[in-house]
């Protein structure tokens, strides 16, 4: 069923039909939430500092993680000093938010939020309530002057300055809300956004992106030298395809679209005998490789802080850096920013 309904909501049919109805309520009951908030009737949370919010309409994962990791970056490169604030996916937080910085146990913070830790080693704080996430953040971390929002597009407790739509080549699907399709708000919310990412297979011409908002950028995953999660030992996907070819290659990915990853893989070069799809934010309690009979089985980033202690030697991660069409993009993001105090 679920297969089915996936299926559908890229292209409708019956049981998209038959679902419409509960469609009609969501949006009721979006239009309603705004009202409330557009009369004053609840509160948005606006703090001393910038909020840029990464999310999507589209439910599930569509690479938000890489480009909140390089926008990170590339606000720390330009002076700033980022914090990240998150939902903390999977994980009871309880009362008050929870905030780190470097290495942080995804058990405790969420397989995304440890990986944006470990990967730039900005402060996170995560709690469903976001604006408690962001209070919380800047209590603990007083040098932070922006937040990054991993997701958190819907949610309007939290004031914001810049919004960023990631999509994949999904696009809208059938066009529809939940459940009759796969949108949280309806597509005319894109043109409602400053920039919007499309999540592509493959490298495209780099060009300056259009004039105007929401200004389009297109973003392609580029692998890096794969760890050993036992070890450490870096090897180049050449070097493993070389190494392991003979005994057999497997990848598994337990994120929105892991097609993507073994796309990335393929075109990287890379020969997989088998694929491993997994749900997003899969808790890896129990290892999903017993079956598994390759020599090698390559796993995404995010995957890694979480199967770390399975003690399977052949598990090694994959870590990717986002590219994108416009040079410029985060040059555009840094300078909508209103100036520091």
């Not at 590339?74 to 009871?92: F, H, I, M, Q």
């Not at 209590?139 to 309007?156: C, E, I, K, N, Y």
């Not at 995953?221 to 999660?229: D, Q, R, V, Y």
Request: aromatic fraction near 8%.
């Amino acid at each position: 069923m679920r297969n089915v309904l996936q299926a559908q909501w890229q292209r409708g049919g019956w049981l998209s039909s038959l679902l419409t109805p509960l469609s009609a309520l969501t949006l009721l009951a979006l239009t309603a939430k705004r009202a409330l908030y557009r009369r004053g009737w609840l509160q948005s949370y606006r703090p001393p500092v910038p909020v840029i919010v990464v999310g999507n309409i589209y439910v599930g994962g569509t690479g938000k993680t890489p480009v909140v990791i390089e926008l990170v970056r590339a606000l720390r490169e330009r002076g700033w000093t980022p914090g990240v604030v998150s939902r903390g996916y999977g994980v009871k937080i309880g009362k008050h938010a929870r905030t780190g910085q470097g290495e942080l146990a995804a058990e405790r913070f969420g397989d995304e939020p440890a990986l944006i830790a470990h990967a730039t080693d900005a402060p996170v704080s995560v709690h469903p309530d976001r604006p408690r996430a962001v209070r919380t953040l800047l209590s603990a971390f007083p040098r932070v002057d922006v937040v990054v929002s991993d997701d958190g597009l819907q949610h309007l407790a939290l004031a914001r300055d810049i919004e960023i739509v990631v999509q994949d080549g999904r696009g809208i699907g059938n066009g529809r809300l939940l459940p009759a399709g796969p949108l949280r708000e309806p597509p005319t919310r894109l043109g409602q956004v400053h920039a919007i990412v499309t999540n592509v297979d493959g490298p495209v011409p780099v060009a300056a992106a259009p004039s105007g908002e929401p200004y389009r950028v297109s973003m392609w995953m580029e692998p890096g030298a794969a760890w050993n999660l036992r070890d450490g030992t870096l090897r180049t996907l050449w070097e493993l395809q070389a190494t392991y070819q003979s005994g057999g290659i497997a990848a598994a990915a337990g994120i929105g679209n892991p097609d993507r990853f073994f796309a990335t893989l393929r075109t990287a070069g890379v020969t997989l005998n088998t694929t491993v799809p997994l749900p997003d934010h899969y808790s890896y309690a129990k290892s999903p490789f017993a079956s598994v009979k390759t020599a090698l089985i390559l796993v995404t980033a995010k995957d890694a802080v979480k199967c770390s202690g399975l003690g399977d030697n052949r598990l090694w991660a994959v870590p990717v850096t986002p590219r994108f069409s416009d040079p410029g993009f985060f040059d555009r993001v840094a300078a909508r920013l209103p100036a520091r105090q």
